[in-house]
C-alpha cells in the first residue's frame, strides 16, 4: 500500500472513523440504558441534590472494570467514553496525516491538542 | 489559507481571512462559554462566518467540531470528578446523536439564506433568555 494518500481520500477515512465511533458509542449506551432501565425503570430517582458518582466510575479503568461485571452505569460510561474517544482518534489521525503531507507547523498543533485531551482523561 | 467545501455542482473553493480577528474573537468566545455556560458555537459561528469570511456551511460545520474536541477535554475532567450521571446522560447522548445525524443529513441539502435565518432566529432567543435570567437574577 501506498502513502500517497490525497486529503480527500484522508478525509473520506476520518469521516468513516467519526461515524463509525459515534455509532458504535450509540450503540452501547442504548444496551446499556435499555439494561439500566429494566433493572431499575421502575424506581424513582431523586435529581434535586445533586451526588457525585462513586469512585469506581470516575477512572477509566473503573468504567472498563464496572462494565465487564454487567453494571448498567458502566455499560453507559462506556459508551460515553467511547463518545469522548472519537474526537481524540480523530486529533490522532490528523497528526499523521499532517505528517504525510509534510506539514509539520501542523504535526505539532494536533500533537499538543492530543496532549491536552488525553491529560484531561486520564489526568493526574 | 484556502480551502474548498462540497457543494450540488461540485467543489467550490474559499479564502479565509484576518486570521488574527479570528484568534482574538475566538478567545473572547472561549471566556464566555467558561464564564456563562453557554455554548460558544454562537460566536464561534459569527467569527468564522462574519470576520474570517467563511462559507457559512463551512463556518457551521467547522465549529461544531472545534466544539467535540474541546468538549471531549472537558469530558474527561468531569468524568474523573464524578459530574457524568449515566442514567442522566443516556437519554440525552442518545437524542442528541439522533438529531445531530439527521442535521448532517439536512445540511448538505439545505440553503444557505434558509440556514442563516434559523441561526439568527436561535441567537437571538438565546440572548433574551440570558437577558431575562440576568434580569431576574437567576444568573
Known amino acids: ?124 | 489559507m484556502h480551502g474548498s467545501y462540497p457543494t450540488p455542482e461540485g467543489p467550490r473553493s474559499y479564502l479565509v481571512s484576518s486570521v488574527s480577528k479570528g484568534f482574538g474573537l475566538m478567545f473572547g468566545a472561549g471566556t464566555l462559554s467558561g464564564l456563562l455556560g453557554i455554548g460558544s458555537g454562537a460566536v464561534k459561528v459569527l467569527a468564522l462566518d462574519q470576520a474570517m469570511k467563511l462559507p457559512f456551511k463551512v463556518s457551521t460545520t467547522t465549529s461544531n467540531f472545534m466544539i467535540g474536541v474541546t468538549a471531549a477535554a472537558s469530558a474527561g475532567v468531569y468524568l474523573r470528578r464524578g459530574y457524568i450521571d449515566p442514567s442522566l446522560a443516556m437519554p440525552v447522548m442518545l437524542g442528541v446523536v439522533a438529531g445531530s445525524f439527521l442535521g448532517a443529513k439536512l445540511l448538505a441539502r439545505a440553503k444557505t439564506q434558509w440556514l442563516r435565518r434559523v441561526f439568527a432566529v436561535v441567537i437571538i432567543t438565546m440572548a433574551l433568555e440570558l437577558i431575562f435570567n440576568a434580569l431576574t437574577g437567576r444568573l
Request: proline share 2%; hydrophobic share 50%.
Open chain 1, 1 to 124: 500500500m501506498s502513502f500517497n494518500w490525497t486529503d480527500e481520500k484522508t478525509e473520506h477515512v476520518i469521516g468513516n472513523l467519526l461515524r463509525a465511533g459515534v455509532l458504535i458509542s450509540a450503540f452501547v449506551v442504548l444496551a446499556g440504558g435499555i439494561y439500566y432501565l429494566a433493572q431499575h425503570g421502575t424506581g424513582h430517582k431523586d435529581y434535586h441534590e445533586f451526588h457525585g458518582q462513586p469512585q469506581y466510575l470516575c477512572t477509566v479503568s473503573g468504567v472498563v472494570a464496572s462494565a465487564l461485571k454487567h453494571d448498567s452505569h458502566g455499560i453507559i460510561q462506556v459508551g460515553l467514553l467511547l463518545l469522548v474517544l472519537t474526537p481524540i482518534a480523530r486529533v490522532f489521525f490528523s497528526a499523521i496525516s499532517f505528517g504525510l503531507e509534510k506539514d509539520f507547523t501542523y504535526v505539532v498543533v494536533s500533537l499538543v491538542v492530543l496532549a491536552v485531551l488525553i491529560y484531561g482523561l486520564l489526568g493526574s
